[in-house]
């Protein structure tokens, strides 16, 4: 079994085909299952945020994983996305989705929402029962590689947030947003960042608009604002200076006949996939709306300036991906060293009983010594044999050490994967 991704992203597609691929709530569950019933796929998760869908998998077969995840990932997108994907496979993937948990593959680079993502699509693999030790461990890895990245670097400040990025643009609008008017829309995670972003800022007023009204109501009273139904949101655009969009539900929240007609700018945000925003505002007079597309044609955000916190987070990644890399190859090793050691303990039993059963005369005391003489033999003939294929194991061609081990000594090919599968029980 190998690590396998398949996926697009804001650096392979347009925000246009992003949005026309985002998956989300029953549908979401509905591929992770397809993934993980297609006859190659041992192992499934799916990470899909708005800037990207990517599903991973441990296949028994590089391209039979590859054709079928394609085959789903355009079935479920209902179009030919095969220009859009990109493939990763076995080391690849690891460096691949530890890059992606630290925040060095997102639009806005360092933006720590990723790791949440992560965190989300494994939850869901977890319940959904798509997700084995293999994949659970190395998702636990890259979650912790993201957290040290964080950590340890200033990687956080070389992308503040989409949110960041969106209200520096504003500004070329409209000037310092301190003291200004500003509606959220939506009440979810990315809302809430907005609210305590743009109170940090200095905003005097934030009306918060949402589907739910209880949820509005508890957002707004952690920043100091107020809280309106969705049904209001026209009347809160006529006197709003700044305006963030974070819904996502599929259904365009703010039309063109919603925007009366002003005497000053209005800056409009849609940070949502699919869009919330209708893209005909932009012929109103005095309205400006900033999309993820928008965002990613221009490139902001994409390192802060901080490439030194950067590069520090490559190294980081680098480090893990091999000592990761090390640590996988040696433990594909231990189950042949336990058959090998298993069928020397057979073979000491044997000899020990019939031994006994020619020297019947012996008595419990010598019979321990001999016991114990021949087993001390044996674990030192073995030692060093078996500690060295561990350590040549870490090697790129470590497979190789496992299969010379188990034709020398003939052991039962089947045997290693019988105690893999005792352990995995256990």
Known sequence: MSLLIVGLSHRSAPVSVLEQVTISGDALVKLLHDV??????????VVSTCNRVEVYAEVDRFHGGVSAITTLLDRHAGADLAPHLYVHYEDQAVHHLMSVAS????????????????????????????VGSILNELVQQALRVGKRSHSETGIDRAGASLIGVGIT?????????????????GAGSMSALTAATLARAGVTEIVIANRTFERAERLAETVGGRAVPLSEIATELATADLVVSCVGAGTRVITPEMIPARDLPLFLLDLALPHDIDTAVRALPLVTLVDLEDMQQSGAGSDGGRAADIAAVRRIVADEVTAYLNSARAAKVT???????????QVVESELGRLHSRMPDLDERQRDEVAQAV??????????PT??????AASPAGDHYAEALRELFNLDPKAPDAVSR???EQ
Do not use: C, F, N, Y
């Open 335 to 345: 189950p042949t060293v336990v058959a090998l050691r298993s069928r020397a303990a």
């Open 169 to 185: 643009l504003a500004e070329t609008v409209l000037g310092p947003i301190e003291g200004r008017r500003a509606l959220v829309v």
């Open 36 to 45: 993980r019933q297609d006859a190659h796929v041992a192992e499934a998760m």
């Open 387 to 392: 500690v060295r294929v561990k350590q040549l």
């Open 422 to 424: 005792m352990e995995i």
């Open 103 to 130: 925040g060095l593959d997102s639009m806005v680079v360092g933006e720590g929402q990723i790791l949440g993502q992560i965190r989300a699509a494994l939850r869901l693999a977890q319940q959904e029962d798509a």
């Open 375 to 384: 087993r001390r033999v044996v674990d030192k003939l073995l030692h060093e």
